[in-house]
């Protein structure tokens, strides 16, 4: 007979989770929430006064605390937080007491093309697992540890380098989850998959909207035959209605929207009428017009977030790059959480392989800067390579441009087009260029992976 050791980190982090989450079920209606983002906020905000450097001189130039108080009338005064702020002031905005925290190194890049990394704690994790499970709970009226589920993620590593993560596999394992690599999606792999959710009847299906797509595309043009799963969740990409109307319609399920992303963690989900609700236990997300004022319901604007949670390195109205239109204050699902109408995504930064294989932004990240993460590798590359543009101008050809370092050579970076060739078709054109600057498209929008590849389904069926 088998015997596992007792992992006390992972069982205490679980306990965490469950304190954490009968915390949130305290928040019946709005004014339960707006205590309880008060009462968060300002113990971020204190915090990052006495131990971050950065707001310690930010927060006195406003004027935002005093005595030991928070003046909240203040609060829309904090400048709001930029990639560039992020990168100019890196270490700046490091809590001084971060390592206690058992802080991390994570990065972006991929939609904006300007490589951001960033230091997250284990508190951070912990209420990102809280947000999860409260979606499915609470928002969409399901348990999802009952679930068998099918996740279509990426796993860069596993394509790349053939590596395999093994301890993730036996996690999923456990959790009765089966992952299939969205970063492997020839016809061979497609039907590899089809068969593993026939055979598997997952109740749930979650993934990359691009990647989810083209699955589904894949299955109708040939004609397959494939398991219905109870309910279809689409997360890190822009959901287009094209997208939402194939995959309903292959499933023959409702299809929701999850928004989430690398800096903050969960923002919010889809709830049964087709609004999105911003999980405000773990997020203040404000909707900012260009006039600098906040949104009300039908109006678009700049997506800012504080992360309530993450002390190691705050992000205080950070702007995520995205737009989104307000919602209404009330929702007839009942939830007590703010919604929002949609967010406007990027839907041309989805790149294609020479064999029409769609491959997210979230993945562009790891073909310029190994490892993306706290590993040698990974920070040499990021320290040469300042910037990047991809752009995807015909099925067979990528043009590349990257700001390097002044002693860096163009031989230094060849890796680049292995790396797109491997993740894209040995038969890409990938035109390399070192230049000085990169300027906005023409719409003045700075955006440096952009496909002018339309969606196209495989000819071939096996």
Request: glycine share 6%.
């Amino acid at each position: 007979m088998r015997t596992f050791p007792i992992n006390i980190p992972s069982l205490l982090q679980n306990l965490g989770i469950q304190r954490s989450y009968q915390d949130v079920m305290t928040i019946k209606n709005r004014e339960d929430l707006v205590r309880f983002q008060r009462k968060h906020l300002e113990s971020l905000l204190l915090h990052a006064y006495q131990k971050v450097p950065y707001y310690t001189r930010v927060l006195n130039e406003i004027r935002l605390i005093s005595g030991g108080k928070v003046d909240f009338d203040n609060f829309n005064k904090i400048p709001i937080l930029t990639k560039e702020l992020m990168k100019k002031h890196r270490t700046d905005l490091l809590s001084t007491d971060h390592k206690s925290r058992h802080s991390f190194t994570s990065s972006t890049g991929g939609s904006t093309g300007e490589p951001t990394l960033f230091t997250q704690d284990r508190e951070y994790v912990r209420w990102g697992r809280v947000a999860n499970r409260y979606y499915y709970d609470k928002i969409l009226g399901i348990n999802e540890g009952s679930l068998k589920k099918i996740i279509l993620w990426g796993s860069h590593d596993e394509y790349l380098h053939n590596q395999k993560d093994i301890v993730s596999r036996s996690l999923y394992s456990l959790t009765n989850t089966i992952l299939l690599n969205s970063f492997k999606m020839t016809d061979t792999d497609l039907v590899q998959y089809i068969s593993i959710i026939n055979k598997f009847k997952p109740d749930l299906i979650r993934g990359y909207a691009s990647s989810l797509f083209h699955l589904c595309q894949f299955i109708e043009f040939n004609k397959f035959q494939t398991h219905h799963p109870k309910i279809v969740i689409s997360s890190a990409e822009t959901l287009t209605d094209e997208m939402r109307n194939t995959i309903e319609k292959v499933w023959g399920t409702k299809v929701f929207n999850f928004y989430g992303s690398r800096e903050t963690n969960n923002l919010g989900g889809e709830c049964l009428q087709g609004l999105i609700h911003t999980l405000g236990f773990h997020e203040y997300v404000e909707i900012i017009k260009e006039d600098g004022s906040n949104a009300v319901d039908g109006e678009e604007g700049r997506v800012v977030v504080t992360n309530l949670h993450n002390y190691a390195m705050p992000f205080i109205r950070c702007d995520l790059g995205d737009l989104a239109v307000r919602g209404p204050d009330i929702c007839s699902c009942g939830s007590p959480l703010p919604t929002l109408r949609s967010v406007t995504g990027r839907s041309n930064q989805i790149l294609r392989g020479c064999n029409g294989i769609p491959m997210s932004p979230c993945f562009v990240p790891y073909l310029f800067y190994p490892g993306c993460d706290d590993s040698n590798e990974g920070k040499v590359q990021y320290q040469k390579i300042k910037q990047y543009q991809l752009i995807q101008e015909s099925k067979d050809h990528i043009s590349v441009k990257i700001i390097v370092d002044p002693n860096s050579g163009k031989s230094d970076f060849e890796y680049i087009i292995a790396n797109i060739k491997q993740a894209l078709g040995q038969e890409m054109n990938v035109q390399l260029n070192l230049v000085d600057d990169i300027e906005p498209l023409p719409s003045g929008k700075k955006l440096y992976v952009l496909s002018k590849v339309e969606p196209t389904v495989s000819p071939n069926g096996l």
